[in-house]
């Protein structure tokens, strides 16, 4: 009977951080104007889910970081890696490709880290978004 009190009482706790976090990301959410945000869903791997956001150009990087920070309840990467790729289709050579693949791989292994893209499914952007869907 304890440990279910117990139990309860803990879970208690985590209701009220957990609402204090969203309140304060609605806050964020209202300072920096977001209007879409989420998870994604994938239809053919229901398991394998993104967190999206749609930040404005005009939002003060200082309020973008707490954002992020507040999503992921104050853990810092080591890395951040940022890739904005066109909307133009590029082809990289299937060598170069491994290449690339294995090290970010590696990387993203060896770290804590985030890679933030633009979201367009072309480009750098793609080819990233296929080396996240092999390699969850």
Not at 46 to 65: D, E, G
């Amino acid at each position: 009977m304890t440990n279910n009190a117990t139990d309860h009482r803990l879970d208690i706790r985590s209701l009220n951080t957990s609402r204090m976090y969203r309140n304060d990301n609605n806050h964020l959410f209202e300072t920096l104007q977001i209007k879409s945000h989420g998870t994604i869903t994938f239809p053919r791997n229901y398991c394998n889910r993104a967190n999206f956001i749609r930040i404005p150009p005009n939002a003060p990087p200082a309020q973008v970081k707490k954002l992020f920070f507040r999503q992921r309840l104050h853990t810092r990467p080591s890395l951040v890696i940022s890739v904005i790729g066109s909307a133009r289709e590029y082809s990289m050579k299937s060598k170069l490709f491994r290449i690339f693949r294995q090290g970010l791989i590696k990387v993203a292994k060896s770290t804590d880290v985030w890679v933030l893209t633009n979201g367009i499914n072309s480009s750098i952007t793609k080819l990233l978004g296929e080396i996240n869907r092999t390699n969850p």
